[in-house]
């Protein structure tokens, strides 16, 4: 079963920490993703890889940054959190291809106080 | 600039009856139309896809109807049942950018 495990389910920050969410999958996807999802909002792509060490801006960006270091692995990084970022988070993986299948992972909600 | 417009925004249907969710594009590069499920607490999961030489999907009680040159598709839900309440997100994807964009999904709510 293909699967996509993001390591908080529920983070509570303060404003002014750097905070870290972590994904990992185990379908050796090229593609890994993080959105953001806010209700009326829908998902909002944050950034994505395409391959180790390899990313790109999506619609976004502003406040975080990610790390790729190994192909199963894609970390979201909040600098200095805000109560803005207050959301819920999502991380996907897929192959690359045009009809591709993007993994959810089950979201961490990170609530920034 | 929101590239895949979706409504509602929520559906309220009897058991038994028929969900319909539209969605509409304006980037005629898009090639590629999936629909993803997701229930609370849950990432969403792939439903149904389309390709835009296609103009109807089916899938047991799912249907997307496609319409190119409207540059519009919907998803069907036919004899909707409690357990298909959840939040429905169209999307689009572009060959070449590896990115889906999806609507702002459709909250379905089916009473028994």
């Known amino acids: 079963d293909v699967k996509v495990t993001q390591s908080s389910r529920y983070l509570v920050k303060r404003t002014g920490e750097k905070v870290f969410l972590e994904c990992v999958q185990d379908?050796?996807?090229?593609?890994m993703f993080w959105y953001r999802q806010d209700p009326g909002l829908g998902l909002r792509l944050i950034y994505f890889s395409y391959d180790v060490k390899m990313k790109e801006k999506g619609d976004i960006p502003e406040g975080y940054s990610v790390s790729r270091e190994k192909k199963e692995r894609f970390s979201l990084i909040l600098e200095s959190a805000s109560t803005n970022q207050t959301s819920m988070y999502l991380c996907a993986s897929s192959e690359p291809s045009w009809n591709t299948e993007a993994f959810f992972g089950q979201g961490t909600r990170l609530t920034v106080v | 600039q929101q590239q895949v417009k979706q409504s509602p925004q929520s559906l309220i249907v009897q058991k038994g009856g028929i969900s319909i969710i539209n969605c509409a594009y304006e980037n005629t590069a898009f090639d590629y139309f999936p629909w993803y499920q997701q229930f609370p607490g849950k990432g969403p999961a792939l439903l149904i896809a389309i390709r835009p030489d296609v103009s109807e999907k089916k899938e047991g009680r799912f249907t997307i109807s496609f319409n190119k040159s409207a540059k519009q598709f919907s998803l069907h839900i036919m004899d909707s049942q409690p357990g298909d309440s959840a939040t429905y997100f169209c999307?689009?994807?572009?060959?070449?950018?590896?990115?889906?964009?999806f609507g702002k999904g459709t909250k379905l709510t089916v009473n028994p």
């Open positions: 999307a689009a994807f572009q060959g070449g950018s590896e990115k889906l964009v």
């Open positions: 379908m050796d996807h090229e593609n």
